[in-house]
T-cell receptor, first 109, second 114 residues
Framework: GQSLEQPSEVTAVEGAIVQINCTYQ??????LSWYQQHDGGAPTFLSY????GLEETGRFSSFLSRSDSYGYLLLQELQMKDSASYFC??????????FGQGTELSVKP | DAGVIQSPRHEVTEMGQEVTLRCKPI?????LFWYRQTMMRGLELLIY????????DSGMPEDRFSAKMPNASFSTLKIQPSEPRDSAVYFC????????????FGEGSRLTVL
């Protein structure tokens, strides 16, 4: 079967670092994507990990451990505009991308 | 590039009516996805197409839902008859097949069934 777990809510202050964890179970796993969605908007692509290790894109980094079926998104130097929902999405054979409930990040001043 | 275009952006209808949502993917993309988003269930995959062919429709909730992709530049999601529990935001997304997990989403169609 398929399962996906990430925290429902995370709160942090401006300038801080926050890590959003994700554990997944899916067949035919290829890689793990991360998406950001602001209230009322469309999800937008942040990153994709096909291999184990850390991928860095500016203030955001994403990590994958295939053996542990685990990944995380690391957001550094938090800004108010980072308040949004964040989704991890396993990408599998055939190009299927599964989302879950997402993590709502609130950044406080 | 215009991005993924969805219509209508908002639809309010009465229970029992037919609803048709439309999507134009990004030119050159050959995978198209329909998702539904609600507070309770998050972002659910309903169906996806590769090269206009439906690959997996296991997420379609029931026979009242149907989706078509008659050509590479157009897809529809139809609900007939609609019910209040179908109220949600419906997103269409497109990508390249094997596109490294990067989907491009439209702005969504917000459906309210009274």
């Amino acid at each position: 079967g398929q399962s996906l777990e990430q925290p429902s809510e995370v709160t942090a202050v401006e300038g801080a670092i926050v890590q959003i964890n994700c554990t997944y179970q899916t067949s035919g796993f290829y890689g793990l994507s991360w998406y950001q969605q602001h209230d009322g908007g469309a999800p937008t692509f942040l990153s994709y990990n096909a291999l184990d290790g850390l991928e860095e894109t500016g203030r955001f980094s994403s990590f994958l451990s295939r053996s542990d079926s685990y990944g995380y998104l690391l957001l550094q130097e938090l800004q108010m505009k980072d308040s949004a929902s964040y989704f991890c999405a396993p990408y599998n054979q055939g190009g299927k991308l599964i989302f879950g409930q997402g993590t709502e990040l609130s950044v406080k001043p | 590039d215009a991005g993924v275009i969805q219509s209508p952006r908002h639809e309010v209808t009465e229970m029992g009516q037919e609803v048709t949502l439309r999507c134009k993917p990004i030119s050159g993309h050959n995978s198209l996805f329909w998702y539904r988003q609600t507070m309770m269930r998050g972002l659910e995959l309903l169906i996806y197409f590769n090269n206009n062919v439906p690959i997996d429709d296991s997420g379609m909730p029931e026979d009242r839902f149907s989706a078509k992709m008659p050509n590479a530049s157009f897809s529809t999601l139809k609900i007939q008859p609609s019910e209040p529990r179908d109220s949600a935001v419906y997103f269409c997304a497109s990508s390249l097949v094997r596109g490294a997990g990067e989907l491009f989403f439209g702005e969504g169609s917000r459906l309210t069934v009274l």
